[in-house]
């Protein structure tokens, strides 16, 4: 599966962004997905999971109530919804994928790993 992340850019806080995680390959929907993020200096953290068929979902306590993960297997995409942006939020997003765990911490557990696109959040 190859995994490409679009959708960041520079918002000012209080606003919202779409990214999106395009994927290739027939098996995407056998696939938990997930977000991270990683700011300059941090490590990478968990943002957000879903399960292969959408029906469950798990999101950091730093992003709940106002980040919200969600997919479409028939377009091989799963998208992140940020709402009330703040400027914490600043960081390159990466989405992943697992054959086998859903909403694991670590990013070390997953399987593939989609190039980062850049939130930047403005105060």
């Known amino acids: 599966v190859q995994l490409q992340a679009s959708g960041g850019g520079l918002v000012q806080a209080g606003g919202s962004l779409r990214l999106s995680c395009a994927a290739s390959g027939r098996t995407f929907s056998t696939y938990n997905m997930a977000w991270f993020r990683q700011a300059p200096g941090n490590q990478r953290e968990f943002v957000a999971a879903?399960?292969?068929?959408?029906?469950?979902?798990v999101h950091a306590d730093s992003v709940k109530g106002r980040f919200t993960i969600s997919r479409d297997n028939a377009k091989n995409t799963v998208y992140l919804q940020m709402n009330n942006l703040k400027p914490e939020d600043t960081a390159v997003y990466y989405c992943?994928?697992?054959?086998?765990?859903?909403?694991?911490?670590?990013?070390?557990?997953?399987?593939?790993w989609g190039k980062g696109t850049l939130v930047t959040v403005s105060s």
């Open positions: 992943a994928a697992d054959s086998s765990r859903f909403g694991s911490r670590w990013s070390n557990e997953y399987d593939y």
């Open positions: 879903i399960t292969w068929r959408g029906d469950s979902t």
